[in-house]
């Protein structure tokens, strides 16, 4: 069964549009730097929540910014398209931090003013933040949330498709969101895992990963799908798979086995060899652990053969749980444009594998398929395959 | 499919005893989780790290695996909506006393939403399909679809449960459910869903359900049981849960006078809960003839209400082909 990507939307540190993202990697420019606030580098959104909330015209409410985040994305995405009775429509999100960024607001709070104050606190909860993704686009019936930490936006994109192959769903929104949350930044600096300058994916000299936000959304939609909604395909999706690394919580094999296993069933499902790859968008967080592991698997997957590669998180920093659906946009987008995506801040390649990512907006002759990769605590790995509609 | 094995940590002993539906009542105030002896299931040293409902996870987990002799699943699936909610709370309050000074990961680390799904893969050494459901009360129903699809696309025995902890001081459910009495706890609920019935009596996972932003719980109950060929009549169990008192009288009138049990007033209040009330329905549908009930139960449906807005249904039976 074909899989149809029919929309695509995105809001990052690059951009508050899938366009605006494009033209900033186009130009090589990242939209990390240094927060005053915060004395770290980070992908920011530079829009508050209340600007947020004002282009979107919604109540001032307690939004979550997670959800305030998808909705511009997920509009941008949708589009035109509307909801329609003799169509199966539904909607898979994505998030780590869900409510938290309220949580950890009204929580921090309520212990410096020494009162327990929790009345405010019941949208912790990230299905409630799809429910108002859901609310906000019209959506009812199959409205749903994965949270497998930094892979999670590629799985909601991934599950869509499943729900669809399994039949039942026409039609799927997916993607992932993620603000900034203080618990993610202590988190994350807490395991010295933080490059406190720009970070620098499959970089001999990489210190770690910069966090950054923002949320991405595609519309997938079988072949009776777009019979209804009669819209035109962008490209495919064609294959995905999940795999689990097993060797530890946090860290990734020396051999990378669980990217291994999701990109090689992938490959395998999508039917194709690995030689038909035009481009890898590499999960490349700028961690010595992360960029290793990944560049061993891609190795024993594509041997001598490997295709141009890169990370965009040096543009947008580590976005977490929307990572996988922001560079999946990226990959659509690389398939409409022919164009092979740079990866920011490369200069020396790493010792053990000499590899050399693009680092450079290249336009090549065919761009047919591409491949996105996203991992997450937990062992887990998923990678998705994006197509040419042929 | 089939459910091939089943296990549950409650507030009754319902872990490794078969049968528990006989002596299941409603919660008392005060009544406690009853937890089995973890030491049989993880090491000590692996144990003092982790959270409650780690370790309820894990041991279902494990008793599952065994009961189905499937020491490897072709999927780890966890339906779960506020994960490692007390280590989340746990780090949020070391972040404040560490006041941007050094600060330990270990309890950021363990408090991803998918902690749960990823120690099982660990501990089983497991590279199989792994992933976290969290649409708070229909977690549980989402994770059990993924199993069927996994099932449908040639997978054949997968491990998926629901689970959560109790936590109340960044998480206020009862303002949330607009609730004041219940009794909000923990628990956790695993299963084997195979494609093949297992060696015991067989119970059919006919086919689930998750609607969300729902108008009209009565009509999607009957479209589901209209899609499924089943009438009202032959549904001989009803295990329901619901916000609102009214929707019982509303849901008694698609039944008949078929037998309903409020299963929220038995597992107590959690996002997870229909996983207690599947596997209360796998017990009760694996005897011939159920003692607490007149007459042979065939076909059990669980109705989560929960949340107002959310609709999860399970649709079990027990009917040979």
Same mark, same amino acid.
């Given at each position: 069964?074909?899989? *149809?990507?029919?929309?695509?939307?995105?809001?990052?540190?690059?951009?508050?549009?899938?366009?605006? #993202?494009?033209?900033?990697?186009?130009?090589?420019?990242?939209?990390?730097?240094?927060? !005053?606030?915060?004395?770290?580098?980070?992908?920011?959104?530079?829009?508050?929540?209340?600007?947020?909330? /004002?282009?979107?015209?919604?109540?001032?409410?307690?939004?979550?910014?997670?959800?305030?985040?998808?909705?511009?994305?997920?509009?941008?995405?949708?589009?035109?398209?509307?909801?329609? &009775?003799?169509?199966?429509?539904?909607?898979?999100?994505?998030?780590?931090?869900? &409510?938290?960024?309220?949580?950890?607001?009204?929580?921090?709070?309520?212990?410096?003013?020494?009162?327990?104050?929790?009345?405010?606190?019941?949208? %912790?909860?990230?299905?409630?933040?799809? /429910?108002?993704?859901?609310?906000?686009?019209?959506?009812?019936?199959?409205?749903?949330?994965?949270?497998?930490?930094?892979?999670?936006?590629?799985?909601?994109?991934? /599950?869509?498709?499943?729900?669809?192959?399994?039949?039942?769903? @026409?039609?799927?929104?997916?993607?992932?969101?993620?603000?900034?949350?203080?618990?993610? $930044?202590?988190?994350?600096?807490?395991?010295?895992?933080?490059?406190? @300058?720009?970070?620098?994916? *499959?970089?001999?000299?990489?210190?770690?990963? #910069?966090?950054?936000?923002?949320?991405?959304?595609?519309?997938?939609?079988?072949?009776?799908?777009?019979?209804?909604?009669?819209?035109?395909?962008?490209? $495919?999706?064609?294959?995905?798979?999940?795999?689990? @690394?097993?060797?530890? %919580?946090?860290?990734?094999?020396?051999?990378?086995?669980?990217?291994?296993?999701? $990109?090689?069933?992938?490959?395998?499902?999508?039917?194709?060899?690995?030689?038909?790859?035009?481009?890898?968008?590499?999960?490349?967080?700028?961690?010595?652990?992360?960029?290793?592991?990944?560049?061993?698997?891609?190795?024993?997957?594509?041997?001598?053969?490997?295709? !141009?590669?890169?990370?965009?998180?040096?543009?947008?920093? %580590?976005?977490?749980?929307?990572?996988?659906?922001?560079?999946?946009?990226?990959?659509?987008?690389?398939? /409409?444009?022919?164009?092979?995506?740079?990866?920011?801040?490369?200069?020396? !390649?790493?010792?053990?594998?000499? $590899?050399? !990512?693009?680092?450079?907006?290249?336009?090549?002759?065919?761009?047919?398929?591409?491949?996105?990769?996203?991992?997450? *605590?937990?062992?887990?790995?998923?990678?998705?395959?994006?197509?040419?509609?042929? | 499919?089939?459910?091939?094995?089943?296990?549950?940590?409650?507030?009754?002993?319902?872990?490794?005893?078969?049968?528990?539906?006989?002596?299941?009542?409603?919660?008392?105030?005060?009544?406690?989780?009853?937890?089995?002896?973890?030491?049989?299931?993880?090491?000590?040293?692996?144990?003092?790290?982790?959270?409650?409902?780690?370790?309820?996870?894990?041991?279902?987990?494990?008793?599952?695996?065994?009961?189905?002799?499937?020491?490897?699943?072709?999927? =780890?699936?966890?339906?779960?909506?506020?994960?490692?909610?007390?280590?989340?709370?746990?780090?949020?309050?070391?972040?404040?006393?560490?006041?941007?000074?050094?600060?330990?990961?270990?309890?950021?680390? +363990?408090?991803?939403?998918?902690? =749960?799904?990823?120690?099982?893969?660990?501990?089983?050494?497991?590279?199989?399909?792994?992933?976290?459901?969290?649409?708070?009360?229909?977690?549980?129903?989402?994770?059990?679809?993924?199993?069927?699809?996994? =099932?449908?696309?040639?997978?054949?025995?997968?491990?998926?449960?629901?689970?959560?902890?109790?936590?109340?001081?960044?998480?206020?459910?009862?303002?949330?459910?607009?609730?004041?009495?219940?009794?909000?706890?923990?628990?956790?609920?695993?299963? +084997?869903?195979?494609?093949?019935?297992?060696?015991?009596?067989? +119970?059919?996972?006919?086919?689930?359900?998750?609607?969300?932003?729902?108008?009209?719980?009565?009509?999607?109950?009957?479209?589901?049981?209209?899609?499924?060929?089943?009438?009202?009549?032959?549904?001989?169990?009803?295990?329901?849960?619901?916000?609102?008192?009214?929707?019982?009288?509303?849901?008694?009138?698609?039944?008949?006078?078929?037998?309903? =049990?409020?299963?929220?007033?038995?597992?107590?209040?959690?996002?997870?809960?229909?996983?207690?009330?599947?596997?209360?329905? +796998?017990?009760?549908?694996?005897?011939?003839?159920?003692?607490?009930?007149?007459?042979?139960?065939?076909?059990?449906?669980?109705?989560?209400?929960?949340?107002?807005?959310?609709?999860?249904?399970?649709?079990?039976?027990?009917?040979?082909?």
């Amino acid at each position: 069964m074909k899989i *149809f990507v029919t929309g695509i939307g995105v809001i990052s540190a690059i951009g508050l549009n899938a366009e605006e #993202n494009l033209c900033s990697l186009k130009a090589g420019i990242s939209g990390i730097s240094k927060s !005053p606030l915060y004395n770290l580098m980070l992908g920011e959104v530079k829009l508050t929540n209340t600007e947020i909330i /004002q282009m979107l015209g919604l109540p001032i409410e307690d939004f979550s910014r997670t959800t305030l985040l998808s909705l511009l994305a997920a509009k941008e995405a949708w589009g035109r398209n509307k909801i329609q &009775g003799n169509i199966r429509t539904g909607l898979i999100s994505a998030t780590s931090v869900g &409510g938290l960024d309220r949580t950890e607001k009204y929580y921090f709070e309520a212990r410096k003013s020494k009162s327990p104050g929790t009345y405010k606190l019941m949208i %912790h909860d990230n299905g409630t933040t799809t /429910q108002r993704i859901a609310a906000g686009l019209g959506i009812s019936g199959y409205i749903g949330t994965i949270s497998t930490a930094c892979s999670s936006g590629a799985n909601a994109i991934m /599950q869509g498709a499943r729900l669809i192959e399994g039949n039942k769903l @026409d039609r799927v929104i997916v993607g992932g969101s993620d603000p900034l949350a203080l618990y993610d $930044m202590n988190g994350f600096s807490s395991l010295n895992i933080y490059d406190q @300058d720009m970070c620098k994916p *499959f970089d001999e000299r990489r210190k770690g990963l #910069n966090l950054g936000e923002g949320a991405a959304f595609l519309v997938l939609e079988s072949d009776a799908g777009i019979s209804i909604t009669g819209n035109t395909p962008l490209c $495919m999706l064609c294959g995905w798979d999940n795999a689990n @690394d097993a060797f530890h %919580h946090t860290a990734s094999s020396v051999d990378g086995k669980g990217a291994y296993l999701a $990109m090689m069933h992938a490959l395998n499902k999508a039917d194709i060899t690995s030689e038909k790859i035009s481009y890898i968008n590499a999960h490349g967080t700028g961690t010595g652990n992360n960029d290793l592991s990944e560049s061993i698997a891609i190795k024993n997957v594509f041997n001598d053969n490997v295709p !141009p590669f890169s990370s965009t998180k040096g543009f947008t920093g %580590h976005t977490l749980a929307a990572a996988g659906a922001i560079e999946a946009v990226y990959c659509v987008q690389s398939i /409409q444009a022919k164009a092979i995506l740079p990866n920011l801040n490369f200069l020396i !390649p790493m010792i053990e594998t000499g $590899m050399v !990512p693009e680092t450079t907006f290249r336009l090549d002759k065919q761009v047919e398929y591409v491949l996105s990769n996203s991992f997450g *605590f937990g062992g887990n790995c998923t990678c998705l395959i994006f197509g040419k509609v042929h | 499919m089939y459910i091939t094995a089943s296990s549950t940590i409650s507030h009754h002993p319902t872990f490794r005893k078969k049968g528990f539906s006989l002596h299941l009542s409603e919660l008392k105030p005060g009544s406690e989780l009853i937890t089995p002896d973890y030491s049989t299931f993880i090491p000590a040293m692996d144990r003092r790290r982790m959270s409650e409902v780690l370790k309820m996870s894990i041991a279902c987990s494990l008793d599952c695996l065994m009961q189905a002799g499937q020491p490897q699943p072709d999927a =780890i699936i966890v339906g779960t909506s506020m994960g490692c909610a007390v280590h989340t709370k746990i780090f949020l309050d070391k972040i404040i006393s560490a006041n941007q000074g050094p600060l330990a990961p270990t309890f950021f680390v +363990v408090s991803t939403h998918n902690t =749960i799904a990823g120690q099982l893969s660990l501990l089983l050494k497991n590279h199989g399909y792994n992933m976290t459901h969290t649409q708070n009360s229909l977690s549980f129903e989402q994770g059990l679809i993924d199993a069927m699809l996994c =099932i449908k696309s040639g997978s054949n025995h997968i491990l998926v449960g629901g689970a959560d902890e109790f936590e109340e001081t960044i998480y206020n459910m009862k303002e949330r459910l607009n609730n004041e009495n219940i009794h909000i706890t923990s628990g956790a609920s695993f299963f +084997v869903v195979s494609n093949e019935a297992g060696k015991t009596v067989p +119970v059919k996972l006919v086919d689930v359900e998750s609607f969300g932003l729902i108008d009209d719980s009565s009509l999607l109950i009957k479209g589901f049981m209209d899609s499924n060929n089943v009438s009202a009549r032959e549904i001989d169990l009803v295990l329901y849960c619901n916000s609102d008192q009214n929707k019982k009288a509303e849901w008694q009138m698609i039944f008949g006078h078929g037998k309903m =049990i409020d299963y929220q007033k038995i597992a107590g209040t959690y996002f997870t809960n229909s996983a207690f009330a599947m596997n209360y329905a +796998v017990d009760i549908l694996s005897y011939k003839n159920h003692p607490a009930f007149a007459g042979e139960i065939h076909r059990v449906l669980v109705c989560n209400n929960l949340l107002p807005e959310n609709l999860g249904l399970v649709l079990l039976d027990n009917k040979i082909d």
